[in-house]
Nanobody
Framework: QGNLVESGGGLVQPGGSLRLSCAPS????????IHWFRQAPGKGREGVAC??????????TYANSGEDRFTIFRDNAKDMVYLQMNNLKPEDTAVYHC????????????????WGRGTRVTVSS
């Protein structure tokens, strides 16, 4: 049975950058749309970004909150997906999860095939 493992979170000052990684275990990311979701303390889950499967052209979708600051991309050679986050703001503080599904959907409660346990991002001075 496969799962996803996130890494790269941590404490960063406002305006800083982080790169989150999503690694598969027991399957390949190639044929899946990979999502990043986040859940801030006391708030509901929200979609951040998604990249469609490689067979579907690696098309990217972003939530308005991160559209100009976040970049989702794949490294097919490493079978990894990343979320590059620049100009981080305190409101980006959350646990970030990656998830794999057949297609991209920014609905954070849409069914997915695999879901990771998350990596914590804290943006604070």
């Amino acid at each position: 049975q496969g799962n996803l493992v996130e890494s790269g979170g941590g404490l960063v000052q406002p305006g800083g950058s982080l790169r989150l990684s999503c690694a598969p275990s027991g399957f390949s990311l190639d044929y899946y749309a990979i999502h990043w979701f986040r859940q801030a303390p006391g708030k509901g889950r929200e979609g951040v970004a998604c990249i469609s499967s490689s067979t579907d052209g690696d098309r990217t979708t972003y939530a308005n909150s991160g559209e100009d600051r976040f970049t989702i991309f794949r490294d097919n050679a490493k079978d990894m997906v990343y979320l590059q986050m620049n100009n981080l703001k305190p409101e980006d503080t959350a646990v970030y999860h990656c998830a794999a599904a057949d297609q991209c959907s920014m609905d954070p409660y849409a069914p997915v095939d695999y879901w990771g346990r998350g990596t914590r991002v804290t943006v604070s001075s």
